[in-house]
């Protein structure tokens, strides 16, 4: 069994930063791929990035490409997301989420593992 908490969410300015971070715990972390979904007020839950379980291999929506980075750090049990130059749409409430096996998936079904979701709010 493993749980995840998120800490990091808050309000920043349109063209800012904040960093959001997820502490597993459990065991077996190394073995999960490991990310972070979205979920804005009256909109669908989407896929934002994830990382291979063993970190190196990573993806984004197409919508965060360049401005956000995901890591995991597997000694920590974490997965962080770096997101800059942020914009009133990445507003939503962000979950991390983990799954067994190595591989990553966009689709939310496939997540075993879910954080209580943190907010993210981008003033314009």
């Known amino acids: 069994q493993v749980q995840l908490v998120e800490s990091g969410g808050g309000l920043v300015q349109a063209g800012g930063s904040l960093r959001l971070s997820c502490e597993a715990s459990?065991?077996?972390?190394?073995?999960?791929?490991a990310g972070w979904f979205r979920q804005a007020p009256g909109k669908d839950r989407e896929f934002v990035s994830a990382?291979?379980?063993?970190?190196?291999?990573?993806h984004y929506r197409d919508s965060v490409k360049g401005r956000f980075l995901v890591s995991k750090d597997n000694a920590k049990n974490t997965v962080d997301l770096q997101m800059n130059n942020l914009k009133p749409e990445d507003t939503a409430v962000y979950y991390c989420?983990?799954?067994?096996?190595?591989?990553?998936?966009?689709?939310?079904?496939?997540?075993?593992?879910w954080g209580q979701g943190t907010q993210v709010t981008v003033a314009s």
């Open positions: 989420v983990a799954r067994a096996g190595i591989g990553i998936s966009p689709r939310d079904w496939e997540y075993d593992y």
């Open positions: 459990g065991r077996g972390f190394d073995t999960f791929a």
């Open positions: 990382c291979s379980a063993s970190g190196r291999s990573k």
